[in-house]
Protein backbone atom coordinates (compact mmCIF):
# COMPACT_ATOMS: atom_id res chain seq x y z
CA UNK A 1 0.00 0.00 0.00
CA UNK A 2 0.94 3.73 -0.01
CA UNK A 3 2.18 5.18 3.29
CA UNK A 4 -0.20 7.78 4.97
CA UNK A 5 -0.22 11.34 2.96
CA UNK A 6 -0.80 9.51 -0.53
CA UNK A 7 2.67 9.05 -1.93
CA UNK A 8 4.03 11.24 -4.66
CA UNK A 9 3.50 14.90 -3.65
CA UNK A 10 2.26 15.82 -7.30
CA UNK A 11 -0.74 12.71 -7.15
CA UNK A 12 -2.90 13.46 -4.37
CA UNK A 13 -6.72 14.30 -4.88
CA UNK A 14 -7.80 14.73 -1.57
CA UNK A 15 -8.60 18.12 0.66
CA UNK A 16 -9.66 18.76 3.64
CA UNK A 17 -11.61 22.04 4.09
CA UNK A 18 -11.40 23.40 7.63
CA UNK A 19 -13.44 26.24 9.35
CA UNK A 20 -16.98 25.40 7.35
CA UNK A 21 -20.00 27.25 9.02
CA UNK A 22 -20.69 24.65 11.93
CA UNK A 23 -24.60 24.98 10.92
CA UNK A 24 -23.77 23.97 7.59
CA UNK A 25 -25.20 21.13 6.10
CA UNK A 26 -23.74 18.21 3.47
CA UNK A 27 -26.05 19.73 0.49
CA UNK A 28 -25.13 23.55 1.21
CA UNK A 29 -21.37 22.60 1.28
CA UNK A 30 -22.50 20.97 -2.13
CA UNK A 31 -24.32 24.02 -3.75
CA UNK A 32 -21.67 26.24 -2.28
CA UNK A 33 -18.76 24.12 -4.16
CA UNK A 34 -21.25 23.42 -7.38
CA UNK A 35 -21.31 27.32 -7.53
CA UNK A 36 -17.81 28.09 -7.84
CA UNK A 37 -17.90 25.67 -11.14
CA UNK A 38 -16.63 22.50 -9.23
CA UNK A 39 -19.71 20.28 -9.62
CA UNK A 40 -18.93 17.28 -11.30
CA UNK A 41 -14.82 17.30 -10.77
CA UNK A 42 -15.51 15.45 -7.11
CA UNK A 43 -16.24 12.00 -6.50
CA UNK A 44 -16.59 12.06 -2.90
CA UNK A 45 -17.67 14.40 -0.26
CA UNK A 46 -18.01 14.10 3.93
CA UNK A 47 -19.28 16.46 5.78
CA UNK A 48 -19.26 15.32 9.51
CA UNK A 49 -22.02 16.13 11.35
CA UNK A 50 -21.99 15.83 15.81
CA UNK A 51 -24.78 12.76 16.55
CA UNK A 52 -25.76 14.15 19.86
CA UNK A 53 -25.53 17.86 18.90
CA UNK A 54 -26.73 17.44 15.22
CA UNK A 55 -24.55 20.44 14.09
CA UNK A 56 -21.54 19.90 11.73
CA UNK A 57 -18.42 19.70 12.82
CA UNK A 58 -16.83 22.25 11.06
CA UNK A 59 -14.59 20.22 8.57
CA UNK A 60 -15.00 18.22 5.06
CA UNK A 61 -13.24 16.22 3.56
CA UNK A 62 -13.43 16.05 -0.96
CA UNK A 63 -11.90 13.79 -3.16
CA UNK A 64 -11.31 15.13 -6.53
CA UNK A 65 -11.25 13.13 -10.02
CA UNK A 66 -8.10 15.13 -11.09
CA UNK A 67 -5.56 16.62 -9.25
CA UNK A 68 -5.38 19.36 -11.29
CA UNK A 69 -8.74 20.76 -9.94
CA UNK A 70 -7.66 19.50 -6.37
CA UNK A 71 -5.17 22.00 -6.67
CA UNK A 72 -7.85 24.88 -8.71
CA UNK A 73 -9.86 23.86 -5.90
CA UNK A 74 -7.33 24.77 -3.11
CA UNK A 75 -6.90 28.19 -4.85
CA UNK A 76 -10.56 29.00 -5.29
CA UNK A 77 -11.54 27.86 -1.80
CA UNK A 78 -8.60 29.12 0.49
CA UNK A 79 -9.45 31.74 2.27
CA UNK A 80 -13.33 31.35 1.26
CA UNK A 81 -16.17 33.48 3.41
CA UNK A 82 -18.77 33.81 1.03
CA UNK A 83 -21.43 31.00 2.60
CA UNK A 84 -24.68 30.82 2.24
CA UNK A 85 -25.59 32.11 5.75
CA UNK A 86 -24.31 34.39 8.12
CA UNK A 87 -20.42 33.46 9.29
CA UNK A 88 -17.29 35.30 10.15
CA UNK A 89 -15.99 31.70 9.25
CA UNK A 90 -12.87 31.83 6.30
CA UNK A 91 -12.43 28.96 4.91
CA UNK A 92 -8.51 26.98 5.38
CA UNK A 93 -7.98 24.36 2.41
CA UNK A 94 -5.24 21.59 3.20
CA UNK A 95 -4.56 18.54 1.45
CA UNK A 96 -6.09 15.61 3.06
CA UNK A 97 -3.29 13.69 5.56
CA UNK A 98 -4.99 10.41 6.50
CA UNK A 99 -6.29 9.29 3.51
CA UNK A 100 -6.03 10.37 -0.17
CA UNK A 101 -7.63 9.00 -3.09
CA UNK A 102 -10.95 7.92 -3.64
CA UNK A 103 -10.34 4.39 -2.75
CA UNK A 104 -8.46 4.62 0.79
CA UNK A 105 -12.12 6.68 1.22
CA UNK A 106 -14.20 4.04 0.22
CA UNK A 107 -12.29 1.60 2.34
CA UNK A 108 -11.88 3.69 5.57
CA UNK A 109 -16.15 3.96 5.60
CA UNK A 110 -17.46 1.40 3.56
CA UNK A 111 -17.48 -0.65 6.98
CA UNK A 112 -17.72 2.41 9.55
CA UNK A 113 -20.92 2.87 11.76
CA UNK A 114 -21.98 5.18 9.97
CA UNK A 115 -22.91 3.17 7.27
CA UNK A 116 -25.18 1.08 9.67
CA UNK A 117 -29.39 0.93 8.93
CA UNK A 118 -30.00 2.99 11.90
CA UNK A 119 -27.80 6.10 10.85
CA UNK A 120 -29.59 8.65 8.61
CA UNK A 121 -28.65 9.46 5.31
CA UNK A 122 -27.22 13.12 6.60
CA UNK A 123 -24.61 11.85 8.91
CA UNK A 124 -22.92 9.66 6.30
CA UNK A 125 -20.59 9.99 3.50
CA UNK A 126 -21.16 9.89 -0.31
CA UNK A 127 -20.19 8.96 -3.46
CA UNK A 128 -20.65 10.99 -6.89
CA UNK A 129 -19.95 10.22 -10.17
CA UNK A 130 -20.15 13.31 -13.12
CA UNK A 131 -21.85 15.32 -10.37
CA UNK A 132 -24.92 12.59 -9.40
CA UNK A 133 -24.85 10.91 -6.06
CA UNK A 134 -23.86 7.13 -6.62
CA UNK A 135 -23.98 4.17 -3.89
CA UNK A 136 -21.58 3.29 -1.92
CA UNK A 137 -20.23 0.06 -1.95
CA UNK A 138 -21.45 -2.19 -0.24
CA UNK A 139 -19.70 -3.62 3.20
CA UNK A 140 -17.36 -6.26 3.16
CA UNK A 141 -18.36 -7.23 7.18
CA UNK A 142 -21.24 -7.19 9.48
CA UNK A 143 -21.46 -3.12 10.44
CA UNK A 144 -21.58 -2.13 13.95
CA UNK A 145 -24.39 0.87 15.58
CA UNK A 146 -22.48 3.68 16.13
CA UNK A 147 -21.89 4.14 20.23
CA UNK A 148 -20.85 6.93 22.89
CA UNK A 149 -19.01 5.18 25.24
CA UNK A 150 -21.04 1.82 25.71
CA UNK A 151 -24.65 3.65 24.79
CA UNK A 152 -25.75 2.82 21.38
CA UNK A 153 -26.99 6.35 19.40
CA UNK A 154 -30.11 6.71 19.10
CA UNK A 155 -31.29 8.52 16.10
Not at 24 to 46: E, P
Request: some cysteine.
Amino acid sequence: GVAAGGGARGKRTTVMLRNVPNQYTRALLQDTIDALGFAGRYDFLYFPIDFQTRAGLGYAFLNFVATTDAVQFRRAFHGFSSWRIPSPKVCNVGWGEAHQGLQAHIERYRNSPLMHESVPDVYRPILLSGGRRVPFPAPTKRIKPPRKGSERIVF
